[in-house]
């Protein structure tokens, strides 16, 4: 069975500074990806980015950038000029490739953004 | 266009009773999942619904079920509620079960007493 580990349940950034949230996965599928979602209080999960895990290229998407290790199976997301909208609860998600792929969760990082 | 409405927001029940959330997918989804958050075990996959038909299913007891109409609109279930059935649970809508990007709800916060 597929899993997903996030080992940091919180972290804390100062504003405009860069925080790195870890994640590893584990799995037998050579088609999958995986994501970075994010949780404000708000309570609604927003897709901040994704890896097919056929491309060698990290993703980036303007401030968010993933480091994809296939072979360690790691994936953790970098946020640069942390803002104060930033600080939410971040998911780290794994789905496997085709139809019948629902999404696995792991644990959450809860990222605190300091003024 | 309109995301993913959940509703309702919030709803408190009493054990035993059952309990029907709704779930209205972006305007062309034909692909319907629901999810339970808890503190405890986290975010966990209940089912999937496509064109009306159960795709694919996640490790719930059979208390928990689910349908999707012709408008890809989609209900979940729960009967006999315990109060380890507190929880968020999120829809998420994609235009088809291909499609990687998931589109989430604000959820519907169950509290059972």
């Known amino acids: 069975a597929q899993t997903v580990t996030q080992s940091q349940p919180e972290m804390s950034v100062q504003e405009a500074e860069t925080v790195t949230l870890s994640c590893t996965y584990d799995?037998?599928?050579?088609?999958?990806?995986l994501f970075w979602y994010k949780q404000p209080p708000s309570r609604q999960m927003i897709l901040v980015i994704r890896?097919?895990?056929?491309?060698?290229q990290n993703a980036t998407e303007n401030r968010f950038s993933v480091n994809f290790q296939k072979a360690a199976k790691s994936f953790s997301l970098k946020i640069s000029d942390s803002q104060l909208g930033d600080a939410a609860m971040y998911f780290c998600?794994?789905?496997?490739?085709?139809?019948?792929?629902?999404?696995?969760f792991g644990k959450g990082t809860k990222l605190s953004v300091k003024p | 266009k309109a995301g993913v409405t959940q509703t309702p927001r919030y709803l408190i029940k009493t054990r035993g009773q059952q309990v029907t959330l709704s779930c209205s997918p972006i305007?062309?989804?034909?692909?319907v999942s629901w999810y339970q958050q808890t503190p405890g075990q986290g975010l966990q996959f209940l089912f999937e619904?496509?064109?009306?038909?159960?795709?694919n299913k996640g490790n719930f007891p059979g208390r928990f079920s689910g349908r999707q109409f012709s408008n890809s609109r989609s209900e979940m279930n729960v009967s006999t509620l315990e109060l380890g059935d507190s929880a968020l649970y999120l829809c998420?809508?994609?235009?088809?079960?291909?499609?990687?990007?998931?589109?989430f709800g604000q959820g519907t916060r169950l509290t059972v007493v």
């Open positions: 998420a809508s994609r235009d088809s079960p291909m499609n990687t990007e998931a589109f």
């Open positions: 799995t037998s599928e050579s088609d999958y990806y």
């Open positions: 890896q097919e895990a056929y491309k060698q």
């Open positions: 998600a794994y789905r496997r490739g085709g139809s019948q792929g629902n999404l696995i």
């Open positions: 305007s062309g989804h034909r692909s």
């Open positions: 619904y496509f064109s009306e038909t159960q795709r």
